[in-house]
């Protein structure tokens, strides 16, 4: 079965610094794997995802993630932290439908940003 | 293009009320997936409607249920409301069903508190 683990549930970096956001999955399959970005208030919004190809994937905002099949993990991660990038932040990999639905969510991570 | 909407906004029940919840999807999508997400048990999938047919369904007891119109707006309903149904309940939609490296697009949720 499907599960994603995100590896601390709070990050607090400095403004400027670098970001690094974990998250190892298991899947019995070539996984989907996704990273989603929720600000207070609001929904979630997707930041990249990987299916197939390149392993180094660039989204929005300046984030990256790299697949590593290997340690099975899509860890997150972003050069210089922004204090804007504040923000929960979910690790999910795809599967197909089922009683988890399209999507297993990891818990988040709640990324503060300090001046 | 209008993202997906949600309402209402906030909701303030007590325990053994019923509620509705409403959502539009992006326009042409045709999935709506229902997410509950709580502090201790983050992101659970509630259930997956496509043409108006329940594609999948949560881990969630009866009470729960949803239906999808054929404009493809959404409504879950929540009977006998429960203390821990407190959570905020988010709705994302997709253009297709139970496809894996599909992008959902989520609303900004409802609120609910049960009092």
């Known amino acids: 079965a499907q599960s994603v683990t995100q590896l601390g549930s709070h990050v607090s970096v400095s403004e400027g610094a670098l970001v690094l956001l974990r998250c190892n999955y298991s899947?019995?399959?070539?996984?989907?794997l996704f990273w989603y970005v929720q600000y207070p208030n609001q929904g979630l919004q997707l930041l990249l995802k990987y299916t197939t190809g390149a392993t180094l994937v660039k989204g929005i905002n300046g984030f990256e993630a790299e697949f590593k099949k290997s340690e099975t993990s899509f860890h997150l991660t972003k050069p210089s932290a922004h204090m804007s990038d504040a923000a929960e932040y979910f690790c999910?990999?795809?599967?197909?439908?089922?009683?988890?639905?399209?999507?297993?969510f990891g818990k988040g991570t709640k990324l503060s940003v300090k001046p | 293009k209008a993202g997906v909407t949600q309402t209402p906004r906030y909701l303030i029940k007590t325990r053994g009320q019923q509620v509705t919840l409403s959502c539009s999807p992006i326009?042409?999508?045709?999935?709506v997936s229902w997410y509950q997400q709580t502090p201790g048990q983050g992101l659970q999938f509630l259930f997956e409607y496509f043409s108006e047919t329940q594609r999948n369904k949560g881990n969630f007891p009866g009470r729960f249920s949803g239906r999808q119109f054929s404009n493809s707006r959404s409504e879950m309903n929540v009977s006998t409301l429960e203390l821990g149904d407190s959570a905020l309940y988010l709705c994302?939609?997709?253009?297709?069903?139970?496809?894996?490296?599909?992008?959902?697009?989520f609303g900004s949720g409802t609120q609910l508190s049960v009092l």
């Open positions: 994302a939609s997709s253009l297709y069903a139970s496809v894996k490296n599909e992008k959902l697009f």
């Open positions: 999910a990999v795809s599967v197909y439908g089922g009683s988890q639905g399209n999507l297993i």
């Open positions: 326009s042409g999508h045709r999935s």
């Open positions: 899947s019995s399959v070539p996984p989907y």
